[in-house]
């Protein structure tokens, strides 16, 4: 599943987070969704905490839970109990 950068921008941009700018930017580059989530995430890394707050907070609220739990955990939940069985045949 790929992240959806436009409807997380959007939700950023609702709550303050994001510039119509940074919007934009994003936006843009709707084309190559690779592109647009890496737009985003240099604007949530360069921005300040806040923004990063709510880019988890937007996650959430856009159906990318599992993204979330991916950067709190650095796994996702039954991912390596899977993973480790496939290795393991």
């Known amino acids: 599943m790929t992240l959806e950068a436009q409807s997380v921008a959007s939700y950023m941009l609702t709550h303050g987070a994001l510039t119509f700018k940074d919007l934009d930017s ?3 580059r709707r084309n190559e969704r690779f592109e647009a989530a890496e737009q985003l995430l240099n604007i949530v890394k360069n921005g300040p905490y806040t923004a990063y707050v709510c880019f988890l907070d937007a ?16 796994n996702i939940q039954g991912t390596r109990r899977e993973c480790a069985t496939k290795l393991a045949t």
């Open 26 to 28: 994003i936006k843009s």
């Open 59 to 74: 996650l959430n609220e856009t159906g990318h839970q599992h993204v979330r739990e991916l950067i709190e955990t650095g």
